[in-house]
């Protein structure tokens, strides 16, 4: 079962801002296709996970400075900009 | 469609720059909405060195276009979506640096599911692309745009990623050749990310050859992707008898199985051909959807509204900010993934879907290890049906069912190739060839002897 809490809850934690509506619809998708996942609990806890196919460890280069992007490029798609930084919203109310 | 030779053929008669005007003006033109931007100046610019002798190289001259998840540098790069309606990346993919350097012709963006999330490009913020064959159905997805301006003349060439059949479900309902290579030949510098561990960038052409050739430029070593296996490829046809494996989960409806059967008619005549489970397949689908949201989940964390994207006129506090920006930005299938990844990787969830789904790759590479070890290469339908109606799936369950057949390769990581077989009910039919890791040789030689033959079966 998936509530209408857990459905804001995912979606904040996404930072997501949801409509009613919208939250409605999620809940009875995400209710859905959970089920459909549960399948996986047919498969035992003993196997190891695969979290990357290739069988490469510790990938170094040399540790050589390179070109990197200037300010202007770095900027350049930023909307909001003040005195070659980028500007960002407050962290805290008031 | 326009192979290599044929597209000389134009070039002869008249000149690369009259061919690619004609080209451009066939895009302006055409119904299917395959291009998100057309690169008009700077296609025609090549032409013109082209004709002047100045561009060299093996792709010197070709028209190629970019799915635009793609970054090219100058060139705006949307994902399809409205939070990168206008991007302009300030440094060329891998791939595209490639291309570059062996004088393609890059024509322009193709139109894809939003953030490469969908089987039919119907989340495309620039609206869906059109089946060439049939303009009230599909033309796959997410490299729909990719397929469909190959299968309609719009392009010579195209590139494609695949994340879990995004390159075989549009070569499939268009027609066309597609692979997904191996995970790791083909650098991901520059792909724009949706789920790093499955997708790759691949080829899709009109024959073998071109697809080949078009492998070989971008396949091979780059530093800046530390997932790259720093391979080589080159092809080299081989026609040997080989042992194929026919995937018993692997299935489709009637119409496609019926060309299916036809196929392995053919294959028969000239190959050993057997049956083969992969027990483990009945967990892939989960499996994929659950590492794919999660991976989402996390990189789509990027998008603020702060760096580059969407952004709203006035900055107000963070949270705030931030979940407006996403809100209007993000389409509903990129959201819905975002929040069930973000379901999966929470607290008291991580052990019950992520790391679950982790398991079940594991055994679905020991089943291919093992099919592998009896087989050269396997076989199945591509995709479970003809291409559909624009809009009759819409369900999300049910459309992420059409990627049963595609998923399991992204998951072990191997590759496989879309091979078109010809027409049931006047819309295109494909068979996947699957191989082991790094084989592409073998699979692309297969293919071309299917292509070959194709009119006698």
């Known amino acids: 079962m998936v509530s209408i809490e857990d459905v804001y809850h995912i979606a904040n934690l996404a930072k997501i ?13 995400f209710e859905k296709i ?5 399948i996986l609990d047919e498969v035992s806890e003993e196997i190891e996970p695969t979290f990357q196919v290739l069988p490469l460890k510790n990938v170094f280069r040399d540790d050589k400075p390179g070109k990197c992007l200037s300010q202007e490029e770095a900027l350049m798609n930023a909307r909001h900009r003040e005195n070659g930084y980028f500007k960002g919203p407050r962290i805290f109310e008031g | 469609m326009i192979t290599i030779k044929d ?4 070039v002869e008669e008249s000149s690369c720059y009259d061919a690619v005007s004609e080209l451009i003006e066939k895009i302006e033109r055409s119904k299917i909405n395959a291009y998100i931007t057309v690169c008009k100046d700077l296609a025609l610019k090549k032409a013109e060195e082209f004709d002047k002798g100045k561009l060299k190289g093996k792709l010197a001259g070709v028209p190629v276009a970019v799915k635009d998840n793609i970054t090219t540098k100058g060139i705006r790069t949307t994902c399809a979506s409205k939070m990168l309606y206008n991007y302009i990346p300030v440094f060329d993919a891998h791939v595209v640096e490639r291309l570059k350097q062996e004088g393609a012709i890059i024509i322009g963006k193709t139109n894809m599911d939003e953030f490469a999330m969908g ?32 299968a309609a003349e719009e392009t010579v060439l195209a590139l494609g990623s695949d994340t879990g059949g995004s390159i075989r479900c549009p070569a499939s309902f268009c027609g066309v050749f597609g692979l997904k290579p191996t995970y790791g030949l083909v650098s991901r510098y520059g792909l724009i990310p949706y789920a790093n561990s499955l997708e790759q960038i691949g080829p ?7 697809l080949a050739l078009l492998l070989e430029v971008i396949a091979g070593k780059d530093d800046r992707d530390s997932t790259n296996a720093g391979k080589e490829f080159r092809f080299n046809p081989k026609f040997r008898k080989l042992k194929i494996g026919v995937v018993k989960e692997m299935n489709a409806n009637e119409d496609v199985m019926q060309r299916f059967y036809e196929v392995l008619e053919f294959l028969k005549k000239r190959h050993e051909i057997a049956e083969v489970s992969l027990p483990s397949l009945k967990y892939a689908l989960a499996s994929y959807y659950i590492i794919a949201m999660s991976e989402a989940s996390s990189n789509l964390a990027r998008y603020d509204g702060v760096r580059y994207g969407y952004a709203l006129d006035h900055l107000t506090t963070w949270t705030k900010y931030f979940a407006k920006v996403r809100a209007e930005g993000f389409g509903e299938e990129v959201k819905r993934r975002i929040m069930l990844g973000s379901y999966a990787l929470s607290a008291g969830y991580y052990g019950k879907y992520y790391l679950k789904a982790l398991r079940v790759r594991t055994l679905v590479i020991e089943d291919f290890k093992r099919a592998f070890e009896k087989f050269d290469v396997l076989i199945s339908p591509t995709m479970p049906s003809l291409p559909f109606k624009i809009g009759e799936l819409a369900d999300p369950l049910t459309m992420y069912k059409m990627d049963v057949n595609t998923v399991p390769i992204n998951l072990a990581g191997v590759p496989a190739l879309n091979v078109p077989v010809g027409f049931v009910k006047g819309l295109p039919v494909g068979v996947q060839l699957i191989g082991n890791y790094f084989d592409e040789n073998t699979l692309l030689s297969l293919g071309l002897e299917i292509e070959k033959n194709l009119n006698s079966f």
């Open chain 1, 17 to 29: 801002e949801i409509t009613e509506e919208e939250a409605e619809k999620f809940r009875v998708e």
């Open chain 1, 34 to 38: 959970l089920e459909y996942f549960n």
């Open chain 2, 7 to 10: 597209w000389f053929e134009r």
């Open chain 2, 119 to 150: 089987t039919t490009t119907e989340t495309s913020y620039f609206g869906v692309v059109r089946n060439p064959y049939d303009l009230n159905r599909v033309a796959g997805g997410s490299s729909g745009g990719s397929g469909a301006a190959i």
């Open chain 2, 204 to 210: 899709m052409a009109s024959c073998i050859e071109d």
